[in-house]
């Protein structure tokens, strides 16, 4: 036997052997695991609290998803629903994406044709954790792609399966689009990879495919019709391009436009939007270009110098002229969110609506770092080793990553578009850093079979960098781990809190009230509240609301702000001229709860000030601040949104040491007390106060005739708001691209 | 001779004569949500006969509101047709079999026990939040019965008296007394009113429901429905919840804040829901109830529940088959509590719904009660056929009707196994597929690389 036989029958050969093996199974086995971590980490809100489908906007999700599943999808398709925007109305099925809908009505008939009768909110409540496993899966592909290393792959599954800001927006019950368009997202990069590495025009199908999907299910579908011509470009100025790319973008462009045509919201913005143009500009050049270097072949060389300069120079003319001529003629527009990324500063010069929105604000450092973690640290690592030997994939990876963080630095929101990226850049960073650590600790093991190398990292510092490193991903997962379980877990319409003893009490102040209003008022009645509570409403509540977090017609909500911004005269005239029969406000004051309306009131002087101008915001400062107290100016007193609040809140004490009417929130006693409401009265008011519901009285009897509010009667409404350019066509596009903004939490 | 067997066909109530009601005396109360009136009769057999049997009649103003009557000493009730009394009297009859006969010239005390429910009649119809319910009590003041009665006197007790109509009455504090009166003739009837405090919510199921799926895998799972609405005044004015608080228990009486249900001991699994999901207000304890283990459940409906307003939830619990499913061989043998578990409630109509596992026949069903019976299949996890369901219908229901139910159906012990080897073979048919097409080459040109 000889010697080299006998270190091959030694131990540490054996387990290196077996190892070797076995690999693909442990791979396999790895990533099945991280795709289960994936779903299990977000159904901690289902454990905390209960199977509920949470916040804002997934209300309504759910909503279209139960007439989905209960009259079908053409009915979806032609369904305009009268209960919200009241008297106007939605056409639902014009304006949503109805990719989430679609894909949980799916579920729903599949398992229901395999008689396994499951209840439709189980299948909205549990559809984003599922998807998410989705997208662990797809982040494995993706980074495989980039790398061609499976270890990479299965660390940035698990970054990616875990990363809080994916979290936040797929936590069980969180149904919104988010929650399936990640997924989409990432599996079209991968599909799109895929195509690059290969040219297989199959596979650019299937990325045609994913991007359909993504179409249909989310509004940030523009980024990847945006990033991938912007890589395609890239590639062509670097002198990269080569065929497998012009067939990856070919295949990719045509049969994605086409798709993304026949989802009825984006229709024809396909073509003319401008969220679009950088698609199709790139589709000309790219064919030009190889147009040219076919007509190269025949032609002489010093025909080809005067035939670039002619054509280049008529390429640029045509294409600035084109942009030009179609900005003008009002044929491409900007919409508001797009500025708003270009110039952050412009929805609050502008758009007050996307402004007062929380989610469109600029990220601060504190939520880039709770929302990514060391992610952000390591993606730099990975974002290097795509430099140092860059290949067209890993070109893709890092424009990604850079203009991810560009966009999630503009936008609290897009944080989430960038999450997958940074943890596909840290799990390439981390495992090349796992891999020159472990190469130079193996080749001390087993010096037989790693071929000697002139330099190698010395093996204790391996083993130390192994240590730090494993340590740094083990605080990622206890992280992700506590965002899943406390900070991400709570569906905001129940809210917790824990008395002295540690007892954890559910305080249900939403669902108390918006089941009364289901039980108690007549099935026609009109609700008036904040936008922010529409979804809910509708949902909870069924009855109809007069505006929703579907914001398409500003008007209608600068009226309700009006209304709630004027005195009560005026604001019963309105009430009563808009059918309005409640009135809910949310308020805080007693629980210190301080997402209250109160809080949001500027906006909604704002807002309903951009549009009547006789609503100004320096009239509700009282001495230069916003304020409830005795220095509260006599407009903000006598705001109908003050008086419904504050009525009858000076008759209660709210904490200790402090008078009656002590506002917890604003931290002051209220300024104006014991007064009556002559047009309102309080019909219901939940536990801890927080939603507080009105009903308008009947006018009384000759009221109408003796009273008549001056300044009602003032103000005119500007033209270009006026009620009758709602339906036309123009106005349409505009209200459209406005479409589909979140809460103001 | 035809006429006299047409008059006996016609008339199965048959009086004897010298039979009578010597004495009674009634007590009624006003006190709780629904009207519970004892009376002690005292009945007097001067007749040669002996009797057996007993009569009840009841007026057709109220038979819709009797959720309950009863006679201690007896254990047979049923309801009989009678022409005479139908349409002369306007009433329906129920016969009650004595335990032991009354001999002639003996007598006999029975207690007659009347449940009622709707018969208090707000007034004011509307109330605010603070002020107390004041109800209108409508009755006869003389018992209405067959028989002639020698004595009566009758007492109403209340939480507090406004006024009455029969000035003849004597009040002691919260206690009215009427009568003593002697001979009164059968059927008589005089109408006299009591209005009344009575601050109990007069909250009444206008829908109850309960499912019961039966799985032989070692579970019952039993969901409860329930539509409540208060029918006592409406709510006046404003709702004011600075007045209506959590630390003032005294005010807004008249609303309902708390319902209980006890569960069988072994229930597991207990939840307490509505249409938008959990309602976080409940406790459940096990502990003794009447010297029966049972599991307290303390339901608050999501906001109280004040006159006019209305509400549902439902009440979801499992049990082990263990202890209600009995098997011998083929055959098991199922038992069941009819009613609803609310406590205190009477139900306008009440629907029962029992799955039996797919593939259960031969099924008879023991009713105690007269229910409404229909049968159909449905279709739950993982069925082909569907599960044998009866469906058991019925007006005015009350824990009074919670009778035990018995199912007895046939059930071969290879159905058990139907559905996990469905589900065994679909996984293997598709891995097997995964399997087939994973080896198989549809590349039919081999490219250069």
């Known amino acids: 036997m000889s010697s080299e036989e006998e270190t091959q029958q030694s131990l540490p050969y054996k387990v290196h052997k077996s190892t070797l093996k076995w690999a693909p199974v442990f791979n396999m086995t790895i990533l099945l695991s991280i795709a289960i971590i994936s779903c299990l980490i977000r159904v901690f809100s289902v454990i905390r609290y209960e199977s509920i489908i949470h916040e804002f906007d997934p209300w309504f999700n759910y909503r279209t998803t139960q007439y989905l599943v209960k009259e079908g999808p053409y009915a979806l398709w032609n369904w305009y629903d009268s209960e919200s925007w009241y008297p106007l109305g939605r056409s639902v099925g014009g304006t949503v994406y109805p990719g989430l809908m679609m894909t949980s009505g799916m579920i729903y008939w599949v398992l229901h044709k395999l008689s396994i009768p499951i209840d439709i909110r189980n299948v909205c409540v549990f559809l984003a954790p599922i998807f998410s496993a989705f997208t662990s899966l797809a982040a494995y592909g993706m980074t495989k792609e980039i790398t061609k290393r499976s270890e990479a792959g299965l660390l940035s599954a698990l970054f990616v399966a875990i990363v809080p800001s994916y979290m936040s927006r797929s936590v069980a019950g969180s149904y919104d689009n988010e929650g399936v368009s990640i997924f989409a997202l990432v599996f079209t990069f991968y599909t799109f990879l895929k195509t690059v590495n290969t040219g297989s025009i199959l596979w650019g199908v299937y990325t045609a495919l994913a991007f359909f999907y993504m179409v249909a299910s989310w509004g940030g579908y523009a980024f990847i019709i945006n990033i991938i011509p912007i890589f395609v470009l890239f590639l062509l100025i670097t002198g990269r391009s080569n065929s497998r790319i012009q067939v990856a973008y070919n295949v990719f462009y045509i049969l994605g436009t086409l798709l993304a045509m026949q989802i009825p919201f984006v229709g024809f913005q396909a073509l003319h939007s401008s969220e679009h143009m950088a698609s199709h500009a790139v589709f000309i050049l790219i064919n030009f270009l190889n147009f040219f270097s076919w007509i190269r072949n025949f032609v002489s060389k010093k025909a080809i110098i005067t035939l670039t300069k002619f054509l280049i120079v008529f390429l640029v003319f045509s294409i600035l002229v084109g942009v030009v001529i179609l900005t003008l003629a009002g044929k491409t527009q900007w919409s508001g969110r797009s500025l708003t990324l270009l110039d952050p500063t412009y929805a609050k010069k502008y758009i007050p609506i996307i402004a007062s929105v929380s989610e469109h604000q600029a990220t601060t450092w504190s939520s880039f770092f709770f929302d990514l973690h060391y992610l952000i640290l390591f993606s730099p690592v990975g974002l290097y080793y795509c430099y140092n030997k860059p290949t067209e994939t890993k070109i893709f990876g890092a424009l990604y990553t850079v203009l991810g963080v560009y966009f999630a630095s503009v936008m609290v929101r897009l944080l989430l578009v960038l999450a997958p990226a940074v943890s596909i850049m840290a799990g390439i960073g981390i495992s090349w850093a796992f891999r020159k650590f472990a190469k130079s600790v193996r080749s001390f093991i087993l010096p037989k079979i790693e071929k000697p190398k002139k330099y190698r990292i010395p093996p204790e510092i391996s083993i130390i960098g192994l240590v730090i490193l494993g340590y740094y991903c083990s605080i990622y997962v206890l992280h992700a781990n506590f965002a899943g379980s406390e900070a991400y877990a709570s569906p905001s319409i129940i809210l917790s809190s824990r008395d002295r003893q540690g007892n954890r009490n559910i305080i249900d102040d939403y669902r108390e009230a918006y089941y009364w209003l289901r039980m108690n008022t007549r099935p026609d009645d009109k609700i008036m509240s904040w936008w922010d509570y529409g979804y809910q409403i509708t949902g909870m509540s069924n009855r109809t609301v007069l505006v929703d977090n579907n914001t398409w017609n500003n008007t209608h909500i600068a009226t309700v702000g009006m209304a709630m911004a004027s005195s009560e005269e005026d604001a019963f005239e309105i009430c009563e001229k808009l059918d309005v029969d409640y009135v809910l406000v949310i308020f805080g004051g007693i629980l210190n709860y301080s997402g209250d309306d109160i809080n949001k009131f500027l906006w909604m002087v704002r807002i309903g000030g951009g549009v009547y101008p006789h609503i100004k915001e320096e009239d509700y400062y009282g001495k230069g601040t916003y304020r409830v107290d005795q220095y509260a100016t006599e407009t903000m007193t006598n705001s109908l949104m003050y008086r419904l609040s504050y009525y009858r809140f000076d008759e209660v004490q709210t904490a200790y040491g402090q008078p009656k009417g002590y506002d917890t929130v604003r931290q002051a006693v209220i300024g104006v007390k014991g007064y009556k409401l002559r047009h309102f009265e309080e019909a219901f008011t939940s536990e801890n106060w927080i939603v507080r519901i009105f009903k308008r009285k009947q006018r009384e009897n000759r009221d109408g005739v003796a009273f008549t509010s001056k300044s009602t009667s003032q103000f005119t409404i500007p033209k270009e708001f006026s009620p009758v350019t709602k339906f036309s066509k123009k106005a349409n596009t505009k209200q459209r691209s406005t479409l589909n903004f979140q809460n103001n939490e | ?449």
């Open chain 2, 1 to 449: 001779m035809l006429l006299f067997i047409f008059i006996a066909l016609a008339s199965s109530l048959r009086i004897q004569k010298n039979f009578f009601i010597s004495n009674i005396e009634r007590t009624v109360q006003l006190t709780d949500r629904y009207v519970y009136i004892k009376s002690k009769i005292n009945f007097q057999n001067d007749g040669v006969i002996p009797i057996e049997k007993i009569y009840y009649t009841i007026h057709s103003a109220l038979s819709d509101k009797l959720y309950h009557v009863n006679i201690e000493e007896s254990n047979a009730k049923k309801v009989i047709e009678d022409m005479d009394v139908k349409y002369k009297q306007n009433a329906t009859v129920y016969e009650f079999t004595l335990q032991k006969s009354i001999e002639p010239s003996a007598n006999l005390e029975v207690e007659l026990n009347e449940y009622y429910y709707k018969r208090f009649k707000p007034m004011p119809k509307e109330i605010g939040v603070e002020d107390e319910q004041l109800v209108q009590f409508m009755d006869s003041v003389y018992f209405f019965t067959p028989y002639f009665v020698q004595n009566q006197i009758t007492y109403y007790e209340t939480q507090k008296i406004i006024s009455y109509t029969l000035k003849s009455a004597t009040q002691r504090n919260q206690l009215l007394e009427f009568g003593p009166y002697q001979d009164i003739k059968a059927y008589s009837t005089q109408i006299h009113t009591i209005h009344l405090e009575n601050n109990t919510p007069m909250t009444v199921f206008t829908k109850a429901s309960k499912i019961v799926e039966v799985s032989h895998w070692g579970n019952i799972l039993i969901e409860e429905n329930y539509s409540i609405e208060n029918q006592g005044a409406k709510l006046k004015g404003e709702f004011g919840r600075v007045n209506f608080n959590k630390y003032n228990p005294n005010i807004g009486k008249h609303s309902l804040k708390q319902l209980s249900a006890s569960l069988p001991y072994d229930s597991w699994g207990v939840y307490y829901r509505d249409e938008i999901g959990n309602i976080s207000t409940s406790n459940a304890a096990k502990g003794k109830l009447n010297g029966e283990n049972q599991a307290l459940i303390q339901l608050r409906p999501r906001f109280a529940i004040f006159g006019g307003w209305r509400s549902n939830f439902t009440l979801g619990y499992n049990l082990p088959t263990k202890k209600y499913l009995e098997q011998d061989g083929n055959n098991f043998r199922l038992t069941l509590n009819f009613s609803f578990s609310v406590k205190e409630m009477v139900s306008d109509s009440y629907n029962f719904q029992i799955s039996l596992p797919e593939g259960a026949y031969d099924i008879k069903v023991d009713l105690p009660l007269q229910v409404e019976r229909n049968d159909t299949l449905l279709f739950s996890y993982f069925d082909t056929v569907g599960r044998p369901t009866i469906i058991l219908d019925k007006t005015t229901t009350s824990q009074f009707d919670n009778k035990q139910i018995i199912i007895t159906y046939k059930f071969s012990g290879i159905s058990i196994l139907r559905e996990p080897l469905m589900i065994f073979g679909t996984f293997l048919f598709a891995f097997l597929l995964i399997i087939y097409l994973r080896r198989l080459d549809l590349q039919t040109l081999k490219l250069k690389e």
